[in-house]
């Protein structure tokens, strides 16, 4: 099994910056990429952005530009830059990572709350 665990997040103006981040441990060698999901309320929970073992990343459209993920493997954490933050990118935002085993997001941090305010 693989704990994620999160911190940051919190409360910006619209425009602003703020950044997440997650720690892997556990079974982390069954780990391939991992990324950041979001869920605003009354929606679906979207992909925001992902990063491989290799360092290959992915974006939302929505958010090219201005996030940026990175990962420290030696840490086992990956972390994501927000800037130039929107009132719709208000949502919990989940960790979670990519099963070598299963190929698919299997492990799931606890979520953390980002509130853009206009």
């Known amino acids: 099994q693989v704990q994620l665990v999160e911190s940051g997040g919190g409360l910006v103006q619209a425009g602003g910056s703020l950044s997440v981040s997650c720690t892997a441990s556990?079974?982390?060698?069954?780990?391939?990429?991992m990324g950041w999901y979001r869920q605003a309320p009354g929606k679906q929970r979207d992909l925001v952005a992902s990063?491989?073992?290799?360092?290959?990343?992915n974006y939302a459209d929505s958010v090219k530009g201005r996030f940026t993920i990175s990962r420290d493997n030696a840490k086992n954490t990956v972390y994501l830059q927000m800037s130039s933050l929107k009132p719709e990118d208000t949502a919990v935002y989940y960790c979670?990572?990519?099963?070598?085993?299963?190929?698919?997001?299997?492990?799931w941090g606890q979520g953390t709350q980002v509130t853009v305010s206009s």
């Open positions: 556990g079974s982390t060698f069954d780990i391939n990429a």
């Open positions: 990063i491989g073992n290799g360092g290959t990343t």
């Open positions: 979670a990572a990519l099963s070598v085993r299963h190929l698919r997001w299997t492990y």
